[in-house]
């Protein structure tokens, strides 16, 4: 049965939620950036597909983006997807989060244990927060998690609130074109965002997401939906380029499912 959204705020604790879904975005670079903001991401994500799912892009295309962008844009940046390097991973979110971004994103591929993802983003959340303390940081788990040898992705968002992180995410390790939707249910789907939300956090879906799964993750209750192939022409996120007529399409989608559950279709029959 589809979550109502309109009455989501009011389970939640309003500084962590939002009843808008927020689009997130994910370019390589400038041109791309400046496409996926005219077509009206919400989130501009920046990253390196070419070292990982969340494969983290160089500091100076960081700022070269950062430059280009409207001030309302909130922007992202991946930091990798990470073995068990607590020190590694402390030193690099530190030098993301000197780059003044509103997120830096973590995935958490070649770790064992809950016990290890806690620690390593414990530490990662303390050198980012030193420095600024309003950044968010978002923890990652993957649905094809069986496939790669890591974590059950439903222990994310214990991992994420334990850890004092603030955005519990899912996505996929294996960029093979098949979605997130289809290594988890949606039984487990609604499960991931209904303990995410039990524990005041936020709630993100991606993983080679297309267009046609945007009403799901909608009606799923997510915060944010992340996606970069399906804004790229030929829905191909590595030879592919993101294109605003291809984001602005996304947002409409997002945009009629709020009309829809706005406005219901009313049954005509007697």
């Given at each position: 049965m589809p979550v109502d959204r309109k009455t989501l705020k009011g389970t939640l604790k309003p500084h962590f939620y939002d009843v808008q879904l927020k689009l997130l975005i994910s370019p390589i670079n400038k041109t791309e950036a400046q496409e996926a903001s005219t077509g009206g991401a919400d989130i501009i994500d920046i990253k390196n597909p070419k070292e990982g799912s969340l494969g983290a892009n160089y500091p100076w295309i960081?700022?070269?983006?950062?430059?280009?962008?409207?001030?309302?844009?909130?922007v992202s940046c991946t930091i990798g997807d990470l073995p068990n390097l607590p020190g590694?991973?402390?030193?690099?979110?530190?030098?993301?989060a000197s780059l003044k971004v509103n997120y830096i994103k973590v995935g958490l591929q070649k770790l064992?244990?809950?016990?290890?993802?806690?620690?390593?983003?414990?530490?990662?959340?303390?050198?980012a927060k030193d420095f600024n303390p309003k950044i968010k940081v978002v923890?990652?788990?993957?649905?094809?998690?069986?496939?790669?040898?890591?974590?059950?992705?439903?222990?994310i968002p214990k991992i994420t609130h334990k850890a004092n992180a603030d955005i519990a995410m899912l996505d996929t390790a294996i960029k093979d074109g098949?979605?997130?939707?289809?290594?988890?249910?949606?039984?487990q789907l609604q499960l991931f965002i209904n303990s995410t939300h039990d524990l005041g956090l936020q709630a993100a879906l991606a993983g080679s997401l297309?267009?046609?799964?945007?009403?799901?993750?909608y009606n799923l209750g997510a915060d944010i939906v992340g996606l970069r192939g399906a804004a790229c022409t030929g829905n191909d996120r590595n030879k592919g380029n993101i294109t605003k007529i291809r984001v602005a399409e996304l947002c409409?989608?997002?945009k009629q499912c709020k009309i829809s559950q706005n406005y219901p279709k009313t049954n005509k029959n007697p």
């Open positions: 960081i700022k070269q983006i950062q430059q280009t962008l409207p001030k309302n844009i909130e590694t991973a402390a030193l690099t979110a530190l030098g993301a064992n244990t809950p016990n290890e993802a806690i620690f390593l983003i414990k530490q990662i959340c303390r050198a923890v990652a788990g993957y649905g094809d998690a069986k496939k790669i040898g890591t974590l059950n992705p439903l222990l098949t979605p997130l939707t289809d290594h988890l249910t949606s039984k297309r267009k046609q799964d945007l009403p799901t993750v409409d989608i997002l």
